[in-house]
């Protein structure tokens, strides 16, 4: 079993749509959780940053982490054709520097 | 404001040529610097990551090579590169802990093909 699992998609949803992204992992030492949006043919730029459970909010973006069931989300409210890209959730134990990163899902907002 | 550079953008090398990828880092001092490789349809792969000049741990043995000559400068380097060599190499920093350590920024990327 991978320390990080995230289903690759792709997720197809109409313009407007909320869109759930969602990861699980099996380390319970992981205490940072991070969101990364990428284009295509670009680097992976940091969405969203979350410390141990609870929900975050910036925007349309939501940010949801369960410590309990090691089960993290990304809710995106009325979602844009511009969001369409690959989402990559990463997380990191306490003290560490190296996250672990799932496959990434990619997601299509179609008009 | 932090910024990080990658060069060349693309790349197009034949098997058994050498490499040299370059990443700097802009706006912080003493980062973590991380190289990264993304195959199609695949993850992030950890190739190099260094916590100060000199020093480079390598989490995937292979032809590649890494150097920091300075405190903003990341190399990916290989004598002779293979088919296998080709993707997406990304270079990434974060701060040191305690000041951070947990976000890693990306570079634009530098995409490879071998032929």
């Known amino acids: 079993q991978k320390e990080v699992e995230q289903d690759p998609g792709p997720l197809s949803v109409p313009e407007g749509a909320i869109v759930s992204l969602n990861c699980t992992y099996s380390n319970s030492a992981f205490q940072y959780f991070m969101w990364y949006r990428q284009y295509s043919r670009k680097g992976p730029e940091l969405l969203m940053y979350t410390y141990s459970s609870g929900n975050k909010e910036d925007g349309r973006f939501t940010a949801q982490v369960d410590k309990s069931s090691k089960y993290i989300s990304l809710f995106i409210r009325d979602s844009q054709p511009s969001d369409s890209a690959t989402y990559l959730c990463a997380m990191v134990s306490g003290g560490s520097y190296i996250p672990t990163f799932g496959r990434g899902t990619s997601l299509i907002v179609h008009p | 404001s932090q910024t990080i550079h990658q060069w060349p953008a693309t790349l197009v090398q034949p098997v058994g040529s050498p490499l040299s990828l370059e990443c700097t880092v802009e706006?912080?001092?003493?980062?973590?610097l991380y190289w990264y490789r993304q195959a199609a349809g695949r993850g992030l792969q950890l190739l190099f990551y260094s916590v100060g000049i000199g020093q480079i741990s390598s989490e995937v043995p292979q032809n590649l090579s890494a150097s920091r000559p300075q405190d903003r400068q990341f190399i990916l380097s290989s004598k002779k590169l293979l088919l296998s060599d080709s993707g997406f190499y990304l270079c990434?920093?974060?701060?040191?802990?305690?000041?951070?350590?947990?976000?890693?920024?990306f570079g634009p990327g530098t995409r490879l093909l071998v032929l």
């Open positions: 706006g912080t001092s003493n980062p973590n």
């Open positions: 990434a920093w974060s701060l040191r802990p305690p000041r951070g350590g947990e976000t890693q920024y």
